[in-house]
C-alpha cells in the first residue's frame, strides 16, 4: 500500500495514517448508505409491485366470484322459471 502523505507530517506516516484510515472509513460509510439506500428504494419498489399484484389478483378473484355467482343464479332462475311453466 502506496502512502502519499503530505509534506507537512512528520516522517513516521502516523497521522498519515490515522487520517487515509478516517478517510477511507469515511468513504466505506458513505458508499454503504448509498447502497442501503439504493437497496431500501429498490424494496420499496418492488413491494409496491407486489402489493399492486395482490389487489389485481384479489379484484379480479372478486369479479370472477361474483360473475360466476351471478351466472349461476340467472341460470337456476332461468331453470325454476321453465320448470314451472312446464307443470
Do not use: G, W
Not at 3 to 8: G, I, L, R, S
Request: charged content about 20%; overall charge negative.
Amino acid at each position: 500500500m502506496t502512502h502519499n502523505c503530505p509534506v507537512f507530517l512528520p516522517p513516521d506516516h502516523k497521522d498519515c495514517l490515522y487520517i487515509e484510515a478516517q478517510l477511507l472509513k469515511f468513504y466505506n460509510s458513505c458508499i454503504v448508505k448509498s447502497t442501503l439506500a439504493l437497496f431500501l428504494s429498490r424494496m420499496t419498489s418492488l413491494l409496491t409491485k407486489i402489493n399492486d399484484l395482490i389487489h389485481d389478483l384479489i379484484a379480479d378473484l372478486i369479479h370472477d366470484l361474483i360473475h360466476d355467482l351471478i351466472h349461476d343464479l340467472i341460470h337456476d332462475l332461468i331453470h325454476d322459471l321453465t320448470a314451472d311453466k312446464n307443470k
